[in-house]
């Protein structure tokens, strides 16, 4: 069984950083393809980034340039730097991992952008 715990989520005024957290328990992380996914309120649930168990990355065109997604095996932990935060960043951030949309899902974190 495979259990993934965000953290790092907040309040933070826009142009602000923040750094998500997403540590997994079993052996099957570094195989394993990550995402990042966010859903706000009346809107679908939308992937953010993914990298691969190699560090291939890829991002919505909307944070491109402003969000990095990285990973760390020896932690088995997959992190979301998020710079230059708009309000319409604004969401639970959510990270899987597996066969969307089975696999494993993170119980989410709040990131709330103010103007």
């Known amino acids: 069984q495979v259990q993934l715990v965000e953290s790092g989520g907040g309040l933070v005024q826009a142009g602000g950083s923040l750094r998500l957290s997403c540590a997994a328990s079993?052996?099957?992380?570094?195989?394993?393809?990550m995402e990042w996914y966010r859903q706000a309120p009346g809107k679908q649930r939308e992937l953010v980034a993914a990298?691969?168990?190699?560090?291939?990355?890829n991002y919505a065109d909307s944070v491109k340039g402003r969000f990095t997604i990285s990973r760390d095996n020896a932690k088995n932990t997959v992190y979301l730097q998020m710079n230059s935060l708009k309000p319409e960043d604004t969401a639970v951030y959510v990270c899987?991992?597996?066969?969307?949309?089975?696999?494993?899902w993170g119980q989410g974190t709040q990131v709330t952008v103010s103007s």
């Open positions: 899987h991992l597996g066969n969307y949309p089975y696999g494993y």
């Open positions: 079993g052996s099957i992380f570094r195989l394993n393809a």
């Open positions: 990298i691969t168990s190699g560090g291939s990355t």
